[in-house]
């Protein structure tokens, strides 16, 4: 096999020099000298994000370095940032917000998002993030489970939400970004105006460790997405990944190319570089070749974190790295879905640098499993666990297998620092996850004799497509609101270049004449009520879907027919 060895100065320079060592001698306990607690024992992620560094010599430093897509730069201090989140704070809790009320953010790729994210922490609010591609469908079902009182949006998503507000009892006020034309209207507020009204100065929430910081939607096999609750200290996972992981030093221009939408956003985007006192950059504009190398020249970035389906599409580009000067880069890492080797292999051979792979969910909150900058590369694979999280293959009963056996990629709870603190409102799919003294992640693995693990696939029927994470049954559901539409089952279709696609299976009102302008319409209905990036790229009709007896749809039977493969155990199908 072709492993990647690092050289000795890569290794003595890093972060973490040793990942044995400091596997072996590493504790909780120990690491929480990285936060810093108020004198009373109680927390606020957003002083350790930002305060504590506008307290210190760093306060003159970036936080964060903005180019819009236009090409306009922005870039914030961390005193700058204490001032703006500190004034955004007074603008919430002055219409109403207190501690543990849900304020949600549905914005573009702008530097109020930031704010807007660490102002509310500092509320003791629980704040949630939304994709700016969400339609009104996917929107609905996040600030009504949330009970979101406060969104902060602008005028161009604004309608989006103005559609579905009469649904919405608990939605009080909208905050708009812009500073002029803003739609007016009762309980419409201008987030310029307010901010220019309010305190520099705003008395941080104190928070119990455990208390609730931000929550995030995402989608599992059955039912309408599920929120996924983190506390405030889950922070300190967040920084020593970012720390021992990502290797994020002081002398860092540090890029993660994810929305906030996504919890990788949130994480490494937020609370990890910031947490550590890092320089981010964020780009406001679409992926783009061109543009993605441009960001990376212009700014001189060092460490850059982004996703397969990217390295993909850039490993496919005609547009060649080497026209343009990326000589700033030291450091590469992958998150979202598997990397393949050639992945790993095309970063080393263009870019002089292997893609590290790092594996974690929405719901461990950190990177749990990854590769190092001290440790060797063995492409393909996601690495081994970080320090004080202990990971095994399972079977079903909760046995640990042996290297080389595939079973359930599974976690000790209790190891998992940043692990969800809850599901919004339903105890029961929580406590689904824990089973025989393991979290199950849902991800089947194995692990090899060196103690790497290697992704094998979703032990569910969850899609991955561009790396976001698309419940079948949210698409299912939005399909058969079209008028024409009796049935559908959606499966992820495997995928070159986006690791898969969503396909859906139709089934057709009697009647209704199939035809190819009519799959291209029913894709269309679905990416306008549900997301830009959620709706299916293939649309196949057909008569009937495989169910089980009891009326479940069999998308394993479905997918197995799409890739002609056996359809396995049916003998709880219905007749196909
Ligand atoms: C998948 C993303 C293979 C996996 C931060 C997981 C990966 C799901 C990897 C979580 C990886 C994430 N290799 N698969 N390195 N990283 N996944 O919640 O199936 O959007 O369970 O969080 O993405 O997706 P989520």
């Not at 504590?52 to 914030?76: M, Q």
């Not at 009970?147 to 009469?166: C, D, H, Q």
Request: charged fraction near 25%.
């Amino acid at each position: 096999m072709n492993i990647i060895s690092k050289d000795p100065s890569a290794i003595s320079s890093a972060n973490m020099p040793d990942y044995e060592k400091e596997y072996q001698e590493f504790s909780w306990d120990q690491a929480k000298e990285e936060l810093t607690f108020f004198e009373d024992g109680t927390f606020n992620a957003a002083y350790n994000a930002v305060d504590r560094h506008a307290n210190s010599e760093k306060k003159d430093r970036l936080a964060l370095i903005y180019e819009s897509d236009t090409g306009e730069k922005e870039t914030y201090t961390f005193s700058q940032f204490k001032e703006l989140t500190d004034k955004f704070a007074n603008v919430l809790t002055s219409n109403g917000v207190q501690k543990g009320d849900r304020v949600f953010i549905f914005l573009p790729p702008i530097p109020e998002r930031y704010i807007a994210f660490l102002g509310i922490l500092k509320t003791g609010a629980i704040a949630g993030t939304m994709f700016s591609a969400f339609q009104e469908a996917a929107l609905i079902d996040r600030l009504s489970d949330s009970g979101a009182k406060i969104v902060v949006t602008n005028s161009e998503l604004f309608p989006r939400i103005e559609k579905i507000w009469k649904d919405l009892p608990e939605l009080k006020k909208i905050i708009l970004t812009e500073k002029d034309n803003l739609p007016e209207g009762e309980n419409l507020i201008s987030y310029h105006q307010e901010m220019d009204k309010a305190s520099p100065n705003f008395e941080i929430a104190h928070m119990k460790p455990d208390d609730f910081a931000y929550m995030l939607y995402t989608s599992g096999t059955t039912g309408k997405p599920k929120g996924v609750v983190h506390a405030h200290a889950d922070l300190l996972q967040a920084i020593l990944t970012t720390k021992y992981v990502l290797d994020v030093k002081d002398s860092d221009i540090y890029w993660c190319t994810a929305d906030i939408g996504w919890v990788t956003g949130v994480v490494y985007g937020v609370l990890g570089v910031w947490g550590l006192g890092g320089t981010s950059v964020v780009y406001g504009g679409r992926f783009s070749p061109e543009s993605w190398y441009k960001i990376i020249q212009d700014h001189k970035v060092t460490v850059w974190y982004t996703a397969p389906t990217a390295i993909r599409m850039l490993m496919g580009s005609p547009v060649s790295p080497k026209q343009y000067d990326l000589s700033s880069l030291r450091h590469l890492c992958s998150v979202g879905e598997p990397l393949n080797p050639e992945g790993v292999m095309w970063g080393k051979e263009t870019l002089g640098l292997p893609f590290h792979d790092t594996w974690w969910q929405t719901e461990t909150g950190s990177i749990c499993i990854t590769n190092y900058p001290s440790m060797d590369i063995k492409p393909g694979s996601m690495g081994k666990p970080f320090p004080g999280v202990v990971a095994g293959i399972v079977d079903d009963s909760g046995k640990e297998l042996p290297a080389g056996q595939e079973g359930h990629l599974a976690l000790k709870p209790e190891t998992v620092y940043s692990l969800m603190k809850q599901i919004w409102k339903n105890e029961e799919k929580y406590q689904s996850y824990f089973q025989n003294g393991w979290y199950i992640s849902g991800d089947q693995a194995y692990k090899d004799e060196d103690g790497y693990f290697w992704f094998v696939g979703r032990a569910d029927d969850v899609i991955k497509t561009s790396g976001e994470r698309v419940g079948p049954f949210e698409v299912e559901s939005t399909l058969i609101e079209h008028p024409k539409v009796l049935e559908a089952g959606v499966i992820g279709k495997p995928d070159e270049l986006r690791g898969e696609i969503i396909k859906a299976f139709v089934v057709l009102k009697q009647g209704v004449e199939p035809s190819d302008a009519l799959k291209e319409e029913i894709a269309a209905f679905v990416k306008g009520k549900l997301a830009g990036h959620a709706y299916p790229r293939e649309v196949e009709f057909i008569d009937k879907l495989p169910k089980t007896r009891s009326g479940k749809i069999m998308r394993r039977v479905l997918k197995a027919k799409e890739l002609g493969l056996p359809t396995g155990d049916t003998s709880t199908l219905e007749e196909f």
